[in-house]
């Protein structure tokens, strides 16, 4: 059965960058793109980026462009998703999934709390 | 950007009852459409993908259809397990937009 582990919850302070791991299994880790999705506290989905782990290439949402940096390591098929200069409206769970056609796998979520 | 607009933003439904819900995107997505259900607390989960296509393991009552810019969602006898929000979510391109959420609640 395919799985996205992902690394545990984070508390932060503004102004601090964060990095989220994601740790995949039971399928080719390079055969699949990885999409970062975060989700505020109530609100809905929002997508962040994505990376290409069998090219290392990458495709930022505009809103994180300078910020947000999503890298993969294929030894140990994980991916990574940092994200610097943290502000309060950061906070979120943060998701990645793994894309098919679709998201059709999705890590457990990693929660992001943002205080000073 | 693709913006994708579902409606309605919440609905009250009774178990039983047949629920739509509606997607529409800002330009053609072809059939690139794909909806998830979120509980609280949860992961999102994939119901349907390419517009029609139900992911392993869904319910046969859930259905999807559209083309272009209008797609539907529907759930043809609501159960207690459906209680959910639903996104619906376009791959055609990126930035992979997904809609606002239609929360569907117990009436």
């Known amino acids: 059965q395919v799985q996205l582990v992902q690394s545990g919850a984070e508390v932060k302070k503004p102004g601090a960058s964060l990095k989220v791991s994601c740790k995949t299994s039971?399928?080719?880790?390079?055969?699949?793109?990885i999409h970062w999705v975060r989700q505020a506290p109530g609100q809905g989905l929002e997508w962040m980026g994505w990376v290409n782990p069998n090219s290392g290439g990458t495709n930022y949402a505009q809103k994180f462009q300078g910020r947000v940096t999503m890298t993969s390591d294929t030894s140990i098929t994980t991916a990574y998703m940092e994200l610097s200069r943290l502000r309060s409206d950061d906070m979120a769970v943060y998701y990645c999934?793994?894309?098919?056609?679709?998201?059709?796998?999705w890590g457990q979520g990693t929660l992001v709390t943002v205080s000073s | 950007d693709i913006q994708m607009t579902q409606s309605p933003s919440s609905l009250s439904a009774s178990v039983g009852d047949r629920v739509t819900i509606t997607c529409r995107a800002s330009?053609?997505?072809?059939?690139?459409l794909n909806w998830y259900q979120q509980k609280p607390g949860k992961t999102p989960n994939l119901l349907i993908f390419?517009?029609?296509i139900l992911q392993s393991g869904v319910p046969s009552r859930f259905s999807g259809s559209g083309s272009g810019t209008d797609f539907t969602l529907t759930i043809s006898s609501l159960q207690p397990e459906d209680f959910a929000t639903y996104y619906c979510q376009q791959s055609y391109n990126t930035p992979r937009t997904f809609g606002q959420g239609t929360k569907v609640e117990i009436k």
């Open positions: 999934s793994r894309e098919a056609l679709a998201f059709d796998y």
């Open positions: 330009q053609s997505i072809a059939g690139y």
């Open positions: 390419s517009t029609t």
């Open positions: 039971k399928y080719t880790f390079t055969d699949y793109y």
